[in-house]
Protein backbone atom coordinates (compact mmCIF):
# COMPACT_ATOMS: atom_id res chain seq x y z
CA UNK A 1 0.00 0.00 0.00
CA UNK A 2 2.43 2.68 -0.33
CA UNK A 3 1.61 3.93 -3.41
CA UNK A 4 -1.46 4.93 -1.74
CA UNK A 5 -0.36 5.88 1.48
CA UNK A 6 0.87 9.69 2.42
CA UNK A 7 4.58 9.43 3.45
CA UNK A 8 3.85 12.23 6.29
CA UNK A 9 1.32 10.77 7.94
CA UNK A 10 1.07 6.99 7.06
CA UNK A 11 -1.82 7.09 6.97
CA UNK A 12 -4.36 6.36 3.22
CA UNK A 13 -4.24 9.35 0.48
CA UNK A 14 -6.79 12.17 1.25
CA UNK A 15 -7.32 14.76 -1.20
CA UNK A 16 -4.24 13.59 -2.82
CA UNK A 17 -1.58 16.36 -4.32
CA UNK A 18 1.73 15.64 -6.42
CA UNK A 19 4.84 17.21 -6.61
CA UNK A 20 5.41 17.75 -10.10
CA UNK A 21 9.30 17.41 -10.58
CA UNK A 22 9.40 13.76 -8.40
CA UNK A 23 5.69 12.33 -8.67
CA UNK A 24 5.87 12.23 -4.66
CA UNK A 25 2.07 12.56 -4.19
CA UNK A 26 1.23 13.29 -0.10
CA UNK A 27 -2.63 14.41 1.72
CA UNK A 28 -3.13 18.01 0.72
CA UNK A 29 -2.93 18.78 4.50
CA UNK A 30 0.50 16.90 5.24
CA UNK A 31 1.84 18.70 2.42
CA UNK A 32 0.58 21.84 2.92
CA UNK A 33 1.44 22.16 6.71
CA UNK A 34 4.84 20.57 6.24
CA UNK A 35 5.71 23.38 3.57
CA UNK A 36 4.69 25.79 5.23
CA UNK A 37 6.67 25.51 8.04
CA UNK A 38 9.05 28.63 8.72
CA UNK A 39 12.28 25.82 8.05
CA UNK A 40 15.16 26.17 5.18
CA UNK A 41 14.54 22.37 5.19
CA UNK A 42 11.01 22.44 4.37
CA UNK A 43 11.27 23.63 0.69
CA UNK A 44 12.51 20.83 -0.86
CA UNK A 45 10.32 17.24 -1.19
CA UNK A 46 10.25 15.18 2.13
CA UNK A 47 10.98 12.11 0.28
CA UNK A 48 13.68 12.93 -2.26
CA UNK A 49 14.95 16.53 -1.34
CA UNK A 50 13.46 17.23 -5.01
CA UNK A 51 12.88 21.10 -5.48
CA UNK A 52 9.21 21.14 -6.53
CA UNK A 53 9.58 25.02 -6.94
CA UNK A 54 12.80 27.55 -6.69
CA UNK A 55 10.72 30.20 -5.19
CA UNK A 56 7.53 29.00 -3.71
CA UNK A 57 6.97 25.36 -3.29
CA UNK A 58 3.38 24.91 -3.30
CA UNK A 59 3.65 26.35 -6.62
CA UNK A 60 5.18 23.03 -7.56
CA UNK A 61 2.34 21.08 -6.29
CA UNK A 62 -1.42 20.17 -7.75
CA UNK A 63 -4.29 18.33 -6.77
CA UNK A 64 -4.19 14.56 -8.26
CA UNK A 65 -7.54 13.68 -8.90
CA UNK A 66 -6.92 10.37 -10.73
CA UNK A 67 -4.62 9.14 -7.79
CA UNK A 68 -7.92 9.84 -5.51
CA UNK A 69 -10.09 7.88 -7.41
CA UNK A 70 -7.86 4.95 -7.60
CA UNK A 71 -7.23 5.20 -3.73
CA UNK A 72 -11.03 5.49 -3.23
CA UNK A 73 -11.44 2.46 -5.49
CA UNK A 74 -9.30 0.39 -3.38
CA UNK A 75 -10.22 1.52 0.48
CA UNK A 76 -14.11 1.95 -0.83
CA UNK A 77 -14.55 2.63 2.99
CA UNK A 78 -12.21 5.40 2.89
CA UNK A 79 -14.78 7.89 1.08
CA UNK A 80 -17.65 7.44 3.45
CA UNK A 81 -15.48 7.34 5.99
CA UNK A 82 -14.14 10.88 4.91
CA UNK A 83 -17.20 12.08 4.27
CA UNK A 84 -19.01 11.49 7.55
CA UNK A 85 -16.17 13.01 8.95
CA UNK A 86 -16.11 16.16 6.97
CA UNK A 87 -19.93 16.35 7.59
CA UNK A 88 -18.75 16.08 11.57
CA UNK A 89 -16.21 19.06 11.49
CA UNK A 90 -18.09 21.51 9.33
Not at 20 to 27: A, N, R, T, Y
Amino acid sequence: NEHITCRLCSGYLVDAWTIHECLHSFCRACIFSYFDEDNDDHTTCPVCSTVPHPGNPLLGISKDCWLQQLVYKLVPSLFKREMCQRRMFY
